[in-house]
């Protein structure tokens, strides 16, 4: 139930076009829904979040689609750019005794070819 | 130095060895954490602290012990390990005091091979 399941794993996208990523978790405690990029050599940042109040964030080329009663979320890329080459985790996460409890996603590896 | 730091960057250890890994955090957080990565497996939680105390332990190995001194450091020490330990070893902070803020901040991670 804390598994959060994310497709594809890797993606080849023209430069230009939209990039999209897939999520889907089970445990409706998760209250909070963040986007990591990750690029060789550097941990993970966070690029955007969503909370399952709204059914979408923009925030420049990156959206967040959110469906709460499907339980799903993906992250759409547009104007897809070589610069957005990385890794991509989705998560889940809820406040655990104080803490964040984050659950990840295996990561899709995005890169975007001229 | 801003946001989280992690040393050494690269550790290449054998089995019989005993090694540590440090981090800290310059952002004021009350809350640090220990992921490992593995390739093609999720993020996998190890330890939480929780203003200096330790609030989860995920059915990690003794051969990994983790330290947290104060709110700003971390520690993950580490003796008699195994080739399948080889992996990525990152570290987060996050605070818990700021109201709606759950972003974990992560540190370039350490890459450990085990021989």
């Known amino acids: 139930q804390q598994q959060v399941k994310q497709s594809p794993q890797s993606l080849i996208v023209q430069k230009g076009g939209i990039s999209i990523i897939n999520c889907a978790y089970e445990?409706?405690?998760?209250?909070?829904f963040p986007w990591y990029q990750q690029f060789p050599g550097k941990g993970p940042a966070l690029l955007i979040a969503?909370?399952?109040?709204?059914s979408e964030k923009k925030e420049g080329r990156f959206t967040i689609s959110f469906n709460k009663s499907a339980k799903q979320f993906s992250l759409h890329i547009m104007d897809s750019q070589p610069g957005d080459s990385a890794t991509y985790f989705c998560a889940a996460s809820m406040n655990s005794g104080g803490y964040q409890k984050v659950t990840f996603g295996t990561g899709t590896k995005l890169q975007v070819i001229p | 130095e801003t946001g989280v730091t992690q040393t050494p960057r690269h550790l290449v250890m054998g089995m019989t060895n005993k090694k540590s890994l440090k981090c800290e955090q310059h952002l004021g957080h009350n809350a640090m954490y220990w992921y490992k990565q593995s390739a093609k497996k999720p993020l996998e939680l190890m330890f939480v602290y929780s203003l200096e105390e330790r609030v989860e332990n995920n059915s990690v190995p003794s051969r990994f012990s983790p330290e947290c001194p104060n709110s700003s450091h971390l520690f993950l020490h580490l003796h008699t390990l195994q080739p399948e330990d080889s992996a990525l070893y990152l570290c987060?902070?996050?605070?818990?005091?700021?109201?709606?803020?759950?972003?974990?901040?992560f540190g370039p991670g350490t890459r450990l091979t085990v021989l």
């Open positions: 445990n409706t405690a998760f209250d909070y």
């Open positions: 987060a902070s996050s605070s818990t005091q700021i109201a709606g803020t759950n972003e974990q901040f």
């Open positions: 969503i909370r399952p109040d709204v």
